[in-house]
């Protein structure tokens, strides 16, 4: 089965940094896609099934929890693992997070190659 | 950094595949793309020979186009938007490289923060350095400004680096690190030659380490391998050399102020713990306050206490045969030998006298008794010591008297001294002196004796009684005799009950009998001088008659 990671981001240069990130695994057969909101992540997760997104907390429309807590709670999607981006310091918010259903909560500016072990971990690329 | 490919440029969703699919549907043409290995990644393959156009990124072949026409047009078209993905990738990589840089940086000052110990700050400056920008081995040299002197806080990985000649070469290092330079060095052939680095290495890295203009040492990184490090290195290395110079910089300041602050503590509490031998504790505890310094004039306190004076006999007889510094010395050993009695027995020294104490005891008088008891058996020790030192013996007398004194802060704003005011004080200074006179180690007052629960304990003889100066009150005065050498304590218990008799006979003023009885005593134990000195007071009073008025007390001589 193919492979897929969604990252999702307001912020352009954020999507280019991460999939710059994971780039190597795309030798894999690795397939990016991307968002910049809420709604069309939560469109692109019910269309393509993605194994791995990277989901920003903070952006218009609708927001990273708010598309957490649709995919996991409300259509039960269980395969997808949701890793949750926010600036960091906001602690409270990682509790909200795990309420949603977030698989991890990693706090920007995140390592790289936090992120890269990450994906490798759940894609199960060594 | 990959290069991009055909295959990720027609992928399934990408926009190319659909241009190139609804542009060749529209112009019915039979197009094939293939990557260079010859796999099919567009159209289906073709039947018979056709021209292969190349699609190329950078004169390398990525893969083929092939078909009708415009085949070779959409192998240009190919070619041209490979190149702009492999432009893109790039800004991407660099932009990422940045990221990276970006985040080390803001990783290591967060690690900087958790620490206020220079060496280990250098120590994280040292792994990171290592970590960001590959390389067998690191060191961090600083120049000690109090020593000195180099000295190396941090090194790390294999041993590529000499210790002891990096120290000594100061020299060389002033024309690197130490000259506040920073740069890739390519010519280290001096440092191989001069064994401070390992034949190995390859290629070298150092930046200054510097706080304003003032150089602190330098980080220095070597790699085994021929590629040299990059500008790019060099530019990271110089910044976190300069984050942890700061960082250093404050620590050092930190410790430094904390030293100081420690030693000026430890100053004051030495003063602090002087000040208390020159004033009792327990006297600024009896005052009610916790220190020395809490104390002022005027304060007093008044307080039932026992107190007890100790005197070296015939020092003065004593003091002629020394110099005046073998004199300080002996009446400061003999000191030193009673003040921990007196500490044991829960009393403390209020005063020395030149060779005489002044002990206050104000718990319980029955402790000034057991000291005194203590401090008699002390001076024979001493004796014995003395005797085979064929040194005479030394007699001390101890007398000690129990009421009420008060403890208080005299004198002026200039000079304030810790002073008792008491009759009390005179009281069993003039006991103390009676020794001499009834020829009698240890006495004490009946006010002493009488606040003492269980007195059977201690061997005591009824003395004469004393009229004390300026006042009508007699006072009884008891000898205590427990801390006689053992012998002579054995003779006195056998003639205790005689001595009580013929004390008795004495205040009874039958002193023909009294007399006889001394006598008799004086038989047993002929060493008992204060029943010759009653019995020649006898005598005496036979001889001159006695006195109209008398009470059988001794007039309380002065001091």
Known sequence: MEQKILIVDDEAHIRMLIEQTLEELEDEGVEFLTAENGEIALDIIQKENPQLVFLDVMMPKMNGMEVCRRVKKELGMDNVFIVLLTAKGQETDRQKGQDVGADVYMTKPFDPEVILDKARQVLGIS | MAQPTLKSLLGKR??????????????????????????????????????KYPVTLDADISGWVSGEANAEMIARLLSLMLQKEAEKKKLGSEVLNLYQELNVIYNFSEKLTETIDPDVIAQITLEQAIHSIPSHSGVIVLWDEGNRQLRIPAMSGELLFNEERLLKSSDILLKIGLSGQSEIITDISLLKEKGIIENEVQSLIYAAMKVKHRIMGAIILAGKNAEKYSAAHL???????????????????????????????????????????????EFILALGKESLTDVLLGDQVEKIVTVL?????????????????????????????????????????????????????????????????????????????????????IKAGIGMHTGPLIMGITGDEHRLDAATISDTVNTAARIESLTKYYRSPLLLSSETLRHINDTKKYQLRQLGKVQLKGKYNLLNIIECIDGNPEEDQQKKKKTLPHFNEAMGLYLDQRFEHAVQVYKNIMVTDEEDYTAQFFMDKALQYLRNGVPENWTGAEEMLNK
């Open chain 2, 14 to 51: 990408s926009e190319t595949t659909a241009w190139l699919q609804s542009w060749t549907d529209f112009e019915k043409l039979g197009i094939v793309v293939e990557d260079y290995q010859n796999n099919v990644l567009f159209g289906f393959p073709l039947t018979g020979e056709q021209q």
């Open chain 2, 235 to 281: 530019k990271l290395l110089v910044t976190l050399a300069l984050q942890s110079s700061t960082a250093i910089e404050s620590a050092m300041l930190y410790e430094k102020n904390i030293r100081e602050v420690r030693e000026r503590e430890e100053a004051i509490l030495r003063i602090h713990e002087v000040t208390k031998k020159f004033v009792p504790i």
């Open chain 2, 309 to 393: 004076f100790t005197d070296i006999r015939d020092f003065t007889s004593l003091s002629e045969k020394m110099t005046p510094e073998e004199n300080f010395h002996f009446v400061s050993s003999f000191n030193a030998q009673l003040g921990p009695i007196i500490r044991e027995n829960r009393g403390f020294i209020n005063q020395y006298l030149g060779d005489s104490i002044m002990a206050l005891f104000p718990e319980s008088p029955e402790d000034a008794l057991k000291a005194g008891i203590a401090m008699q058996k002390a001076v024979y020790e001493l004796n014995l010591r003395r005797q085979s030192n064929g040194l005479p013996p």
